[in-house]
């Protein structure tokens, strides 16, 4: 697609239930992103998808919190047992990478317009 | 290890007068530096990026920021704001140019009063 596509845009859902975000990022690219952002703070990396490769989980906050990308494309992230600190936006990015090191133009994230989470 | 601080949770400016979004970081080695910017119900877009090539980097929409290193700073200015200027914007670093390890700043809401 044109771009980084997210849904729901808006999830309320019961402290305790379990929530699904999906991410549809831009073809092609091979690089996808999870990041969070709460209210009143900058964006928090939750996880790194990059090919075929073993993701980097070093920023989900517990193990409540889960990712997977099917395909290489659609990526979910799943939120079990959902507490109230849990409430956010959660944003998806991507990005074509490139030679390793290098930021270059096309190796710059492109963000969807996040899914806002209200956990009750 | 990279942070970033932005200096200003809200900032106000009158259309057409100079808008200046202040950022400082933190890093180890020298910095690849971006700004982003978010509407309103819009994912974020770079404004602009810093990648040693020059200190001062020009981005979109006639916003441009200058690299100091005796300051660590990496401010965002306007010379004459504009009402579709009213965003978030968010100053971002990295210290490894890899995009898995960009850490971003707290965010400073623009708003422009007519």
């Known amino acids: 697609g044109a771009g980084v596509s997210q849904s729901p845009s808006n999830k309320v859902t019961e402290k305790g239930k379990d929530v699904e975000l999906r991410c549809d990022p831009i073809s092609g690219h091979t690089a996808l992103y999870w990041y969070r952002q709460s209210l009143g703070q900058g964006l928090e990396f939750l996880i790194y998808f990059q090919g075929n490769s073993a993701p980097d989980k070093s920023g989900l906050p517990s193990d409540r919190f889960s990712a997977e990308r099917t395909g290489g494309s659609v990526s979910t992230l799943t939120i079990q047992r959902t507490q109230q600190e849990d409430s956010a936006v959660y944003l998806c990015?991507?990005?074509?990478?490139?030679?390793?090191?290098?930021?270059?133009?096309?190796?710059?994230?492109?963000f969807g317009a996040g899914s806002r989470l209200t956990v009750l | 290890a990279q942070s970033v601080t932005q200096l200003g949770s809200h900032v106000s400016v009158s259309e057409g007068a100079l808008v200046l979004l202040r950022c400082n970081y933190s890093s180890s080695v020298p910095p690849y530096l971006f700004w982003y910017v978010q509407y309103p119900n819009q994912g974020l877009q770079l404004l602009l990026k810093?990648?040693?090539?020059?200190?001062l980097v020009k981005g979109i929409n006639g916003f441009e920021a200058e690299f100091k290193k005796s300051e660590t700073s990496f401010h965002l200015t306007k010379p004459s704001a504009h009402m579709s200027d009213a965003a978030e914007y968010f100053c971002?670093?990295?210290?490894?140019?890899?995009?898995?390890?960009?850490?971003f700043g707290s965010g400073t809401q623009l708003t422009v009063l007519p």
């Open positions: 971002a670093v990295s210290e490894s140019g890899s995009a898995r390890q960009l850490t």
């Open positions: 810093y990648t040693s090539a020059a200190t």
């Open positions: 990015a991507s990005s074509q990478t490139l030679a390793r090191g290098l930021f270059s133009g096309a190796n710059v994230l492109t």
